[in-house]
């Protein structure tokens, strides 16, 4: 058994937890809050740095300190299980969808088009107003909450008795299984990959002209600026994410070209566009101007955006699917569980 998981995750809820306690003495560092200049999508707007520079200190030592305290426990009782993990689970919720907003999805879709577009001079941006201290803690934040995560995940599996490292037990896995997890894992990628094509096409028809749930005046505004192309670069990038999401029930997503895609290179990608798409749409849902969502003019233009926490869903139920089709058989057979010969690999429940 091992509790590197934990102890990592410690580290990281200690170092930031400090640099926090660094900004509730000194007064200066805080990045959220009314003192962040582009904070208008953010749920943490109004959060001011008197409050909120010890209340990330506080929350980030507390996560340390509990993540030590799974790291030596492996036969809780029951209270404690459940009040460690859901403490936990609380924070991550709160790094990934509550500190993170909707500049990571954004950042992420318009990265492409920087780094392309970098030696042309275009698009014509101030780079300093997108790589701003407050992105740069979402970053940290985005990998503080999966650190978390994974070391929650492995306690859980190995107070329960089961693989620490792919969850098997003895007992076969039902909806985990491969065929089990395929029928719905195809479910899932089909709604996952319809909605950001919707996405698509609205933008596609601004660029082709058409007025497509906005005003022909704020159309011939969006060409004039050019900001109408901006917005066709993100539904190109949104189509190849609705392919490549199709890909993850199809023969090639799992070999291309004769060489056998690694699990990982659709999986970590995949889940890490669903947080984004999910932190987006908390965003979207308590910004400013949430209200005009379903009152506004051009409420027509964003219906595909209100389908956002289904994406998310959808998208990480589909990557976890593609997981539980294509992992190896279990390597640590005789680890957690009540009846090792069930997880040697080749056995029934090793091949799934």
Same mark, same amino acid.
């Given at each position: 058994?091992?509790?590197?998981?934990?102890?990592? *995750?410690?580290?990281? $809820?200690?170092?930031?937890?400090?640099?926090?306690?660094?900004?509730?003495?000194?007064?200066?560092?805080?990045?959220?809050?009314?003192?962040?200049?582009?904070?208008?999508?953010?749920?943490?707007?109004?959060?001011?740095?008197?409050?909120?520079?010890?209340?990330?200190?506080?929350? +980030?030592? $507390?996560?340390?300190?509990?993540?030590?305290?799974?790291?030596?426990?492996? #036969?809780?009782? #029951?209270?404690?299980? /459940?009040?460690?993990?859901?403490?936990?689970?609380?924070?991550?919720?709160?790094?990934?969808?509550?500190?993170?907003?909707?500049?990571?999805?954004?950042?992420?879709?318009?990265?492409?088009?920087?780094?392309?577009?970098?030696?042309?001079?275009?698009?014509?941006?101030?780079?300093?107003?997108?790589?701003?201290?407050?992105?740069?803690?979402?970053?940290?934040?985005?990998?503080?909450?999966?650190? /978390?995560?994974?070391?929650?995940?492995?306690?859980?599996?190995?107070?329960?008795?089961?693989? =620490?490292?792919?969850?098997?037990?003895?007992?076969?896995?039902?909806?985990?299984?491969?065929?089990?997890?395929?029928?719905?894992?195809?479910?899932?990628?089909?709604?996952?990959?319809?909605?950001?094509?919707?996405?698509?096409?609205?933008?596609?028809?601004?660029?082709?002209?058409?007025?497509?749930?906005?005003?022909?005046?704020?159309? @011939?505004?969006?060409?004039? %600026?050019?900001?109408?192309?901006?917005?066709?670069?993100?539904?190109?990038?949104?189509?190849?994410?609705?392919?490549?999401?199709?890909?993850? %029930?199809?023969?090639?997503?799992?070999?291309?070209?004769?060489?056998?895609?690694?699990?990982? +290179?659709?999986? /970590?990608? *995949?889940?890490?566009?669903?947080?984004?798409?999910?932190?987006?749409?908390?965003?979207?849902?308590?910004?400013?101007?949430?209200?005009?969502?379903?009152?506004? =003019?051009?409420?027509?233009?964003?219906?595909?955006?209100?389908?956002?926490?289904?994406?998310?869903?959808?998208?990480? +139920?589909?990557?976890?699917?593609?997981? +539980?089709?294509? #992992?190896?058989?279990?390597?640590?057979?005789?680890?957690?569980?009540?009846?090792? @010969?069930?997880?040697?690999?080749?056995?029934?429940?090793?091949?799934?």
């Amino acid at each position: 058994m091992t509790n590197t998981a934990q102890k990592v *995750a410690a580290g990281w $809820a200690a170092g930031y937890g400090t640099l926090a306690l660094g900004w509730a003495v000194t007064g200066h560092g805080f990045p959220f809050g009314p003192g962040d200049p582009r904070n208008s999508a953010s749920p943490l707007r109004a959060l001011d740095a008197s409050v909120g520079a010890p209340l990330f200190a506080g929350v +980030l030592l $507390a996560t340390a300190l509990a993540l030590l305290a799974m790291a030596g426990t492996d #036969r809780p009782s #029951r209270f404690t299980r /459940i009040a460690l993990a859901g403490y936990l689970w609380l924070v991550v919720a709160a790094l990934l969808f509550v500190v993170v907003d909707v500049r990571a999805l954004t950042f992420a879709g318009y990265l492409p088009m920087l780094i392309g577009g970098l030696p042309f001079g275009w698009p014509p941006v101030d780079y300093g107003a997108i790589f701003t201290w407050a992105l740069a803690n979402e970053v940290i934040a985005i990998a503080g909450g999966v650190l /978390i995560a994974r070391a929650v995940v492995r306690w859980l599996r190995r107070t329960e008795n089961a693989c =620490e490292s792919c969850g098997r037990t003895a007992v076969g896995g039902g909806w985990t299984e491969p065929e089990a997890a395929r029928r719905w894992g195809r479910v899932a990628a089909y709604v996952a990959a319809v909605i950001p094509a919707l996405y698509a096409a609205v933008r596609i028809a601004w660029g082709l002209g058409i007025p497509l749930g906005i005003s022909p005046a704020f159309l @011939a505004d969006m060409h004039r %600026t050019g900001l109408v192309w901006a917005g066709v670069g993100l539904a190109s990038f949104a189509l190849v994410g609705s392919v490549l999401t199709i890909g993850l %029930t199809r023969r090639w997503g799992e070999v291309l070209f004769g060489w056998r895609v690694p699990i990982r +290179l659709a999986t /970590i990608p *995949a889940g890490l566009v669903a947080i984004f798409v999910m932190s987006a749409s908390v965003s979207l849902f308590t910004g400013d101007g949430s209200a005009k969502l379903f009152t506004g =003019e051009d409420r027509a233009a964003v219906l595909p955006m209100l389908l956002w926490p289904l994406w998310s869903v959808a998208l990480g +139920l589909a990557a976890y699917g593609y997981h +539980l089709r294509r #992992r190896p058989p279990c390597e640590d057979g005789d680890q957690g569980v009540d009846s090792p @010969a069930g997880l040697v690999p080749g056995s029934r429940a090793g091949a799934y």
